[in-house]
């Protein structure tokens, strides 16, 4: 499922087009600062980002430009979401890299359908559609994965799961993160649910799991 991340101080506006995002099907977290919202792509990437550009703390372009730079997010689908809509406002934004434009005030249905169209045009959303590495070949679009050549079966949340490390490789991923991103709750007490799903990938992996590292008290990491 498509996560979209929404950058937006109005804290009315934010929860409304996270209500929006997440009633068309996708799921979506909401951001005030643009501080927080890079603290968070650092751990996770999602399919898209809508991005406001007079933030309290920085302005929207100056992250649109951040993220056009960045090799793990350089192709991620950005689309502006302002107040701010002279024709010169326009452009500059297309040309920092913008995939779109969109003015407030908005209409929630063309905002769902731009979203659409965007995650269409860049391949359903997905950063890497095919991501390799150490001999693991996961297929984002055919929900496939292989190890040494040999296809590995894998439930959804598995598959999520191998996906988000994979994403991240070389990362420490937090429990709280991965139980945030993979199962939608926050980690808490001692739940075994993320354990048990990394166990279980790597004993399908075989010799290749051994590439999910535990960092004690922390997470995992590929």
């Known amino acids: 499922m498509s996560m979209i991340y929404c950058v937006e101080d109005d804290e009315d506006i934010r929860e409304l087009i996270t209500y929006a995002v997440k009633s068309a099907g996708f799921e979506a977290e909401g951001f005030e600062k643009a501080s927080d919202f890079t603290a968070r792509l650092s751990v996770c990437i999602p399919s ?3 991005l406001d550009i007079m933030l309290p703390d920085r302005d929207g372009i100056e992250v649109l430009k951040d993220i056009r730079k ?3 997010t350089k192709k991620l689908p950005v689309i502006m979401l302002t107040a701010k809509g002279t024709e010169s406002d326009k452009v500059k934004g297309f040309d920092n890299g913008a995939d779109d434009y969109v003015t407030k005030p908005f209409g929630v249905m063309e905002l769902i359908s731009r979203i659409k169209a965007v995650l269409r045009r860049s391949g359903d959303g997905m950063i890497e559609a095919v991501i390799e590495y150490n001999g693991i070949v996961l297929d984002t679009n055919k929900r496939k994965v292989t190890a040494d050549g040999k296809e590995v079966t894998v439930t959804y949340k598995e598959f999520e799961l191998l996906r988000c ?3 991240n490789r ?3 991923m937090a429990r709280e ?3 945030g991103e993979i199962w939608g709750y926050n980690f808490e007490g001692e739940s ?3 354990d048990v799903h990394v166990g279980s990938l790597r004993h399908k992996l075989g010799e290749k799991g051994k590439c999910i590292e535990t960092i004690r008290n922390v997470g995992y990491r590929i």
Request: charged share 20%; hydrophobic share 60%.
């Open 192 to 194: 075994r649910t993320l």
């Open 165 to 167: 490390l994979l994403m």
């Open 48 to 50: 898209l980002v809508l």
């Open 177 to 179: 993160r991965l139980l």
């Open 70 to 72: 960045n090799e793990r």
């Open 170 to 172: 070389g990362a420490v």
